[in-house]
């Protein structure tokens, strides 16, 4: 997202065929200093924001807004999901608080609660193939895609959508540049408005139903809106997840394998979700930006009214001021000293927060307690990424046990 500013520390772009990446969560990031002037991709000027409670402040303060923002300072490579002005992530004010209000509707305590037991019985029944198809195995295709798409199609009651369809859809709303696909995104959001059309019709006891019957109830949400509310959902929160187990695999495994084993305690493995999720990033990008609506003074330092700020999630979740521990070389079971801002914070918290820390620790405590000796194939082969999109994760991860 930034420019060549060496202040950033910007990590290594490349295609498949160019040099090696490194896994997320060796990446390096801004250290957490002032807010200091920056410029962003596209050539914008931007003031850097780094340090954790600054970090919060922003993403907190009605007075720093996401209008106008969604083409800044991607330098032509803004994702259908990020990009769209229909996207709740571009909506603000009034208008985002009557979707979010409709989302939250829908997202009840109990709701969530209901969901848990089927959540943990797709963990399970992906755990059980797994071990019965026997080793060596990939483990993305075993286990890191087959357990969000189970929870996905089970909790929007998507019909007549398979993985492979649902993964293609995912990387259309998530692919940036060249590698966006617009006939795919025209396909699927012309099946979510289908969708919407058929809950409106037949109502169920799937998140699209709610979701429908919440905006119904307002009267006021745009469709287009709820159409992306849907894709984003379903597409964005399916390929988030597969990510970021994937990438906490490529983690424990490869530079923490003696670890494996302890997450079959339930307690070790929900602390340790927290953890990896707080230090282990989806992509390579490493900023979200906000519009300053007036002048606002920012840990010391006046921040003109109209600027540009790019606020650094990652530098800001290892801001030593905050987080002493020394972050992923810590004990994985040690908590967190404040919290984690992997999901953002405020108003654009993100929605699907609950789901990512359930299915992940679900998955981490379920995976150890069956296959304890799981390991990497090859400690030392170099990790396969899936490139193009927002997020980064490997396209394999052969395993054996």
């Excluded at 990446?27 to 002037?37: E, G, H, I, N, V």
């Excluded at 009605?62 to 909506?91: H, M, Q, Y």
């Excluded at 003109?304 to 905050?322: H, T």
Aim: aromatic content about 6%; overall charge negative; hydrophobic content about 40%.
């Amino acid at each position: 997202m930034f420019g060549r500013n060496p202040d950033l520390e910007a990590p290594i772009t490349s295609t498949a065929t160019g040099p090696a990446l490194p896994p997320l969560h060796r990446l390096t990031f801004a250290p957490a200093l002032p807010p200091r002037p920056t410029t962003l991709a596209d050539g914008t000027p931007a003031w850097l924001v780094t340090r954790y409670h600054d970090v919060r402040k922003v993403l907190s303060d009605p007075r720093f807004t996401r209008d106008d923002l969604n083409a800044v300072g991607s330098d032509g490579r803004t994702a259908e999901a990020t990009g769209n002005p229909a996207s709740i992530f571009n909506l603000n004010g009034a208008d985002h608080r009557r979707l979010r209000l409709t989302v939250q509707r829908a997202f009840t305590p109990r709701a969530v609660e209901s969901w848990r037991p089927w959540v943990a019985e797709a963990v399970q029944r992906a755990v059980d193939d797994q071990a019965a198809g026997g080793s060596p195995a990939d483990l993305v295709a075993a286990f890191t895609r087959p357990v969000p798409f189970a929870v996905t199609s089970r909790l929007m009651a998507l019909e007549g959508v398979d993985e492979t369809r649902l993964h293609r859809w995912s990387l259309a709303l998530l692919a940036e540049g060249d590698q966006r696909n617009d006939s795919v995104m025209d396909e699927f959001t012309s099946y979510a408005a289908d969708l919407i059309a058929r809950r409106r019709r037949a109502p169920g006891d799937d998140l699209v139903s709610s979701l429908v019957r919440a905006a119904d109830e307002d009267g006021g949400i745009p469709e287009t809106w709820l159409v992306y509310l849907v894709c984003g959902l379903a597409g964005s929160g399916n390929e988030s997840i597969t990510g970021a187990l994937g990438n906490a695999f490529v983690h424990l495994l490869g530079d923490r394998p003696a670890c494996w084993p302890r997450l079959a305690d339930p307690a070790v493995a929900e602390r340790a979700t927290e953890r990896l999720l707080h230090h282990i990033p989806l992509g390579d990008d490493d900023a979200t930006t906000r519009r300053a609506v007036e002048a606002v003074e920012l840990g010391g330092v006046p921040i003109p009214a109209g600027a540009v700020v790019a606020v650094s999630l990652n530098s800001a979740n290892r801001d030593g001021a905050v987080f002493p521990d020394g972050g992923l070389d810590a004990d994985l079971a040690a908590p967190l000293a404040a919290p984690t801002l992997a999901f953002s914070a405020g108003p654009h918290y993100c929605l699907g927060a609950w789901r990512i820390r359930l299915e992940m620790c679900e998955a981490l405590h379920r995976l150890a307690t069956a296959l304890p000796g799981l390991r990497l194939a090859d400690p030392g082969a170099p990790i396969d990424w899936q490139l193009g999109g927002t997020t980064r994760s490997p396209s394999h991860l052969p395993v054996v046990w």
